[in-house]
C-alpha cells in the first residue's frame, strides 16, 4: 500500500464552466505504482467543485441552470458585506456540491460507468487557475 | 494494509427508488480480511447516487419531493435533444447527490448512527439493473 | 500503511448551526503516526452533514438560507407521522449534503485552500450532542 499525491492544474473561464478531468485522472492512476485502489479528488478552495456527470452539450446546460434554481445569482448575499467581489452563489454552490470525490479503480482503471465522467464545476464568477489535488491509495 | 473490490447487485423499479444497501455493506465489510478502514460506496452510472437517510417510509415520500423541488421532472431538459429518453432530471439529481459515499469501520462495523442506513437511489425513469462498487482498504 | 479512528465530540446549539472544525481535524491529522493520506470525517447520523466553506459571517447567514430554499422547514413532512419532532427537512438537507467528506494530507497537512474551512453542519431542530468520526489512513 502506497500513498501517491499528484495535481491537476488548468484555467478555468470563469461560471459555470463543467470541466472534464476523466483523462487526467485515468492517466493520474495508471501512472501510479499502484493497481487497484481508491483515487480522492479534491478542490483546495470554496468556490469550485467536484462530481460526475455525463459529459454531453444538453447536460452542460441543464445542470447549471439547476444550480441557478438551488442559489440564484442575484439573490442578494452577505457574503458579499465582506469582499464585494459577487458570488455568494458561487460559495452556497460549491458548499452544497462538495470538495472532494472518491472512485475505485482496479487493473490500473477507473470504476467509472460508460456515459459517466468525472468532473471539475469552476462556479467562481471570474476566471480562475485551478490546482486539483489527486491523492491515490492502494496497491 | 489490502485493497479488496466487491460488487452488490439489485434490480430496481424506476424513479425515485430509495434502497437500503445496509446490511450488504455490513456483510461485505464483515466478510472482508481487515477489522478497520474505510469502504467507499461507488455508483458507476449518472443516473443513480448513495447517501445515508433514516430508513423509513415518510422520509422515503419527503426526499423525492424535495428532488423534484431542486430539480422538476418536467421543466425541460436540453439533454432530451441528444437521448430523447425523459430523464434530464435524473441526470442532474445525480450529479447534485453524487456517485460516491465513504463509510469508516472498525472491529468489522460499519460506524453509521443508530438511525442511519446507507441508501442507492434510483433516480433513472425506468428499471435497471444496477452494480453498486464497494472498495473497502483497511488492515 | 495504518489505520486510526479518532473521534471530536462537541455539543450543538440546534438548526443551522455551522461549526469550525479545521482545527481539530488538522491536530488529529498532526498527532497521527502518519505523515501523508486520507481523513474521512464521517458524521453518525441522520440529521447532520460535514462539507467545506469560507468561514465568515456572511456565508454563515447565506448558506441556512439556501437550505431553506431547497427544503423548507414548514413544507410538510411526512417523517412528522413517525416522530412528530419537526425535522423532517433536518433530514432531508442531511440526505441531499452527505454524511462524509475525504480530505488529503501530506507532511501532517491537510492540503485545504485558503479561504476553506471543514464544517459540521448541525440540521436538527434541537441541541445535540455531536461525535464526528475522523478516520485517517496513510503512511
Known amino acids: ?23 487526467r485522472v485515468e492517466k493520474a492512476v495508471s501512472e501510479s505504482q499502484t493497481t487497484s485502489g481508491i483515487v480522492t479528488i479534491f478542490v483546495p478552495g470554496a468556490t469550485g467543485a467536484v462530481t460526475t456527470i455525463e459529459y454531453e452539450p444538453g447536460l452542460l446546460k441543464d445542470f447549471p441552470k439547476i444550480l441557478e434554481r438551488i442559489s440564484p445569482k442575484n439573490m442578494g448575499y452577505e457574503h458579499e458585506l465582506r469582499w464585494h467581489d459577487g458570488n455568494g452563489h458561487s460559495h452556497c454552490r460549491a458548499s452544497l456540491l462538495g470538495p472532494s470525490l472518491t472512485v475505485p479503480y482496479t487493473q490500473k482503471k477507473l470504476l467509472l460507468g460508460t ?14 487557475n485551478r490546482n486539483i489535488i489527486l491523492q491515490i491509495i492502494g496497491e
Open 1 to 23: 500500500m502506497t500513498v501517491e499525491t499528484k495535481k491537476i492544474s488548468f484555467s478555468t473561464q470563469g461560471e459555470v464552466q463543467i470541466i472534464d478531468i476523466t483523462d
Open 115 to 128: 456515459w459517466q465522467q468525472i468532473v471539475f464545476i469552476e462556479l467562481d464568477v471570474r476566471p480562475r
